[in-house]
């Protein structure tokens, strides 16, 4: 390694691990290879394996949770991908014609077991590794962006991420069923929004990105439960979803000023946060007393969800 631009630069990470240091190519480095075409050009005259070619130049970025595509012909957003660029997911043309009918349950907002069939799968990897496995299957999990990245500039991107679509379609929905209706709005407006911001800046080792989730694991004690899915040419359908943190039933329907302020409180008090709890409520005397205690005082029930 007698060149030169093998020499590398140690700095401080400037918005990572203050503890560690980055290596990064000297100046150099970037006037040798101008490009990705020279970087590819360099790989095949020293015969170095990478998956990139002259045909197919884009970058790719791939783990477990998904894999990224862009760059090469990708910097035009009006460029359709190439059928063969995607490597996790099947074309909704190769998409089987049959639904395919799985569960996930989650305890505390993580999924803890997906049963496919009889089949069922409880290790966190081997969820996430049966997961992709029929994203990819059923061609689910594909999305071509444009975003705006930290610097200013707009960028094209491509990603497949089978399993994390079907994980997020399944939880979403079963924190309309468990989550309390203030938590979710408070995670929503503000939780979601700058934890985004904070890792696709990579603020990671921050105290702001500290701060902000340490409300997430409050936020899903009740994400509790059960969702059942329909898998069908790129589309996650919610079959159905059962939770022990609550039961939805039909029929408390009006109550006077009284029984109105005891019902509006349930939320605040965990005894009264399902509609058993509801049902023991309305059967004491004083409060059945005062729920038919004048007939103009009737009032329809804030939605119970």
Known sequence: ???????????????????????????????????????????????????????????????????????????????????????????????????????????????????VGSETHTD????????????????????????????????????????????????????????????????DQFVTIELGRILYNGHFFTPEREFVMSAIPASQRTVNGIVRLKLYKGNVVVEGRSSDEVSCKIGFVCCSADGFCRVYMMRSNRRWTSWEGLNQLIQRDSFRSSLFASKSMLCTVLSLI
């Open 124 to 187: 966190a990897v081997d969820i996430f590794l049966a997961l992709n496995s029929l994203g990819r299957k059923h061609g689910i999990g594909r999305i071509d962006i444009v975003e705006n990245r930290f610097i200013g500039v707009k960028s094209r991107g491509c990603y497949e991420s089978p399993g994390a679509t079907i994980l997020r379609v399944a939880h979403i929905d079963l924190e309309g069923l468990t989550l309390d209706r203030n938590v979710r709005a408070l995670r």
């Open 1 to 115: 390694m007698a060149d030169s631009w093998y020499v590398y630069v140690l700095s401080r990470a400037k918005f990572g691990d203050p503890q560690r240091f980055v290596r990064q190519p000297n100046a150099e480095f970037y006037h040798r290879f101008a490009g990705r075409q020279a970087l590819l050009s360099y790989a095949a005259e020293k015969q170095i394996p990478v998956k990139q070619t002259v045909a197919k130049p884009w970058s790719t970025d791939e783990n477990l949770f998904h894999i990224s595509y862009e760059a090469g012909i990708l910097e035009d957003p009006n460029t359709t991908p190439p059928a063969d660029m995607w490597k996790l997911t099947s074309s909704l043309d190769d998409a089987p014609t049959s639904p395919e009918f799985i569960s996930i349950e989650f305890k505390a907002g993580l999924p803890v077991k997906v049963t």
